[in-house]
């Protein structure tokens, strides 16, 4: 896109982060709804940091970078910051739970990593890799100031999720 752009395309990027919402089948809405269903038996990589934005929101600021982004820019579409673990926890706290008590360490997941297909995590490794100690955070002040982008919280946007049933989409 960067390359047609200098050629002289009218672009405008818009960079998403962790997207969530209704009928949400990613590994972490899939947590997200068993910690607030209380089916969620473990936590693993909780430290992974990631900033979330609700489906509808991030609808929205698309709509605002198409209409009201400078071609030749770009936007990071993002939500209030959250670790996993501090997701699970409010969650679970929406649903009237704790969330689970069993923390699996992240060494013990990178000595399992080559045994991964024999768990049913073929990719165990890499995801171990892309999650323990890191954080995914970007901020969306730019596009707050130049969009008007304003996505909800994560306590909002996970009531909204969980209060439209997922078979609607």
Do not use: C
């Amino acid at each position: 896109a960067e390359q047609r752009m200098h050629a002289g395309a009218p672009i405008v990027i818009f960079e998403p982060s962790l997207v969530y919402g209704p009928a949400d089948h990613s590994e972490v809405g899939v947590q997200l709804r068993a910690a607030r269903d209380g089916r969620l038996r473990y936590r693993a990589l909780g430290e992974v940091g990631f900033g979330l934005v609700h489906a509808d929101d991030l609808a929205v600021g698309i709509v605002e970078a198409l209409e009201r982004g400078r071609i030749g820019e770009s936007y990071v579409l993002s939500g209030p910051r959250s670790t996993l673990d501090e997701a699970v926890a409010l969650a679970a706290s929406l649903g009237g739970r704790q969330p689970p008590r069993i923390a699996i360490p992240t060494r013990l997941l990178r000595l399992l990593a080559p045994v991964g297909g024999l768990i049913g995590r073929a990719n165990l490794g890499e995801i171990v890799s892309a999650s323990a100690g890191v954080t995914y955070w970007a901020s969306s002040a730019k596009a707050h100031a130049e969009l008007g982008f304003e996505p909800r919280s994560i306590e909002q946007g996970l009531r909204d999720t969980f209060e439209t049933p997922p078979d609607l989409f």
